[in-house]
């Protein structure tokens, strides 16, 4: 899943930055937490992942802010809800760690993304077109 959402790395490297999450070594130092779908028989259905960071753009820059780094929901188990679970999900832990709010991105062609975002609650902010 990971491949799926991050396409610009192989599952190798996804598996080893997993690897070293799992054994407590992330690469960020911020608290990082992996939320699953489980949907039985060892099988998936998605994943979000969400960590704290110091600001984001929109947000209150006198606060930490959850952040959803990554939210994937495979094809065929969209429009079930499983996505909104795990964003409620993420939203109750970054109020735990005392956010008072939570931000995202997407990619600028990435219109199934923002629509998600925008049907769960999500206001626009920004947008850039970034150049090297």
Same mark, same amino acid.
Request: glycine fraction near 16%; avoid cysteine.
């Given at each position: 899943m990971c491949e799926a959402l991050w396409p610009d790395a192989c599952a190798e490297e996804h598996a080893r930055e997993l690897a070293l999450i799992?054994?407590?070594k992330p690469v960020t130092t911020l608290p990082l937490i992996i939320l699953v779908a489980?949907?039985?028989d060892r099988m998936l259905a998605g994943f979000l992942e969400v960590d704290l960071r110091s600001h984001a753009d929109g947000c209150n820059p006198s606060r930490p802010v959850g952040y959803i780094e990554g939210? &994937?929901?495979?094809?065929?188990?969209?429009?079930r809800g499983i996505g909104r679970k795990l964003l409620a999900a993420a939203e109750d832990w970054a109020r735990s760690q005392g956010c008072i709010e939570v931000a995202s991105d997407t990619r600028i062609d990435n219109e199934v993304s923002q629509r998600v975002h925008e049907a769960?609650? &999500?206001e626009v902010v920004d947008r850039c077109v970034h150049y090297r």
């Open positions: 799992l054994e407590g489980d949907v039985g939210w &994937y929901v495979a094809q065929s188990y969209r429009t769960l609650g &999500y």
